[in-house]
């Protein structure tokens, strides 16, 4: 085979056959196939697309390319759970004890945060010593010790995927069903676990800007799950607001432990329940709803508050900041914005304020950028709510002061206050089995 005679193939948009991907992806990355090939190659899938076939094929070549994790030295059914990204999203934190409580081992391989969109990784190092850098047996034991454990990303993880993506990111091709597709549940696959529960996000912060693209993008990767022998299903949630109150990893930590303490966001709350009664279901606790339920009940007798503390005190982190959170660093600056006038607000652009806490110092716009982990915004209002003029609309986090008055006019631009409120917009946009 000729990688030229692939790109040409598919720029005169044919299918490729099983063996030319794997011929592609195993070339790529074993380094004997150029960037400015796979870049070509790359720009012809998303002019030309792929079909069902291709997409499977491609998904489980980007699996193959490296390590695939035997999770059985860990006891029990394991369950896993992906987000595609947004902002405050703070949901593992939550999900994670609340499943392990109710004895499905969660096995959790996580990205860190860039751009707009945060990282689970980031938001627990923010706990003083907890070890996300783990090899495969401190992994096996904090998970059989603990019922959970969340780990960075193993080197040999899905490598095509690392090379791939890096490639996307600087040559336009990022936005493709079939490469979007791959790439996350290539990455899954290879993780191991015996099911995977999928967070797909519906709205401003998410790249499915649409509950259309969503379900497309959510039936592809279950199918795909299906064929690869994994419980798969996918739930569609809304990320056109913030997640909860906090974005920015200490504040997004605190913010969770207020609700495994039986307290928090309302929108917040449900859609966790909602993502632990999936990953129950999936690991066989009966249907969805008798573990909405148990869920439920579970968050309010305290015992996911336990499973979090096991995670921490198993990761080598100081579990006396899940119990006590006022531990957590401050920021040096903690700066209201008050509304300049009287009504609703109707919109607040997810993605926008996500770029505020970027600025701010809560995130990353590259994977060489430090965090701080105590940066990051506070809301006071949230969709829906009567506001008042004066009234603060968020805090602030920062110890950049000279931030501050450009991640409050992001802000104020992408944040909608009306006369009039507006219509309910559902959390949870469907369920995809």
């Avoid at 070890?131 to 034991?141: H, S, V, Y």
């Avoid at 890096?166 to 790439?183: E, F, M, Q, Y």
């Avoid at 606790?285 to 909405?292: E, I, L």
């Amino acid at each position: 085979m000729r990688i030229t005679d692939i790109i040409i193939k598919k720029r005169e948009g044919e299918n490729l056959t099983k063996e030319e991907i794997n011929y592609f992806v195993n070339g790529y990355t074993q380094g004997k196939i150029t960037d400015y090939q796979a870049s070509a190659l790359l720009m012809a899938i998303c002019i030309k697309g792929m079909n069902e076939e291709e997409t499977e094929n491609l998904t489980f070549a980007i699996r193959d390319s490296g390590e695939i994790v035997d999770l059985s030295p860990i006891d029990g059914i394991k369950i896993d759970k992906h987000s595609t990204g947004g902002v405050g999203d703070k949901t593992t934190l939550i999900v994670a004890p609340l499943v392990a409580a109710l004895g499905i081992k969660v096995a959790k391989m996580s990205g860190r945060g860039l751009g707009h969109t945060g990282g689970t990784v980031d938001k627990l190092e923010s706990i003083p010593g907890f070890k996300t850098a783990l090899t495969k047996e401190e992994f096996f034991a904090a998970v059989n010790s603990a019922g959970l454990a969340v780990s960075g990303q193993s080197g040999n993880l899905a490598p095509a995927d690392k090379k791939l993506y890096a490639l996307r990111d600087v040559t336009g091709t990022v936005d493709n069903h079939s490469l979007i597709v791959s790439s996350i549940m290539g990455k899954k696959l290879s993780s191991g676990a015996d099911g995977i529960g999928l967070d797909v996000k519906v709205g401003s912060g998410s790249f499915n800007k649409n509950k259309a693209a969503a379900e497309k993008l959510s039936q592809a990767m279950v199918k795909i799950g299906k064929a690869a022998g994994k419980k798969t299903a996918a739930l569609l949630t809304d990320m056109d607001a913030p997640l909860g109150k906090a974005i920015g990893n200490s504040l997004e930590v605190k913010e969770a432990i207020e609700v495994l303490n039986g307290g928090g966001d309302g929108a917040l709350v449900a859609v966790c329940l909602e993502l632990a009664a999936l990953m129950l279901h999936l690991g066989g606790k009966g249907s969805v709803d008798a573990c909405r339920d148990k869920a439920a009940k579970t968050l309010k007798e305290g015992s996911a508050l336990q499973a979090l503390i096991n995670m921490v005190d198993a990761q080598g982190g100081d579990s006396s900041y899940i119990t006590n959170p006022e531990k957590f660093a401050a920021a040096k600056y903690i700066h209201p914005i008050l509304s300049d006038r009287d009504g609703y607000m109707t919109h607040c652009n997810a993605k926008e304020y996500g770029k505020a806490a970027l600025i701010l110092g809560a995130g990353r716009e590259t994977k060489a950028d430090e965090i701080d982990h105590s940066a990051g915004i506070v809301l006071e209002k949230r969709r829906g709510d009567k506001v008042n003029k004066g009234d603060v609309i968020a805090y602030l986090h920062t110890n950049r002061e000279k931030a501050v008055e450009e991640a409050e006019k992001i802000i104020l631009s992408s944040t909608h206050i009306e006369k009039e409120p507006p219509s309910a917009v559902p959390l949870i946009h469907g369920i995809v089995m």
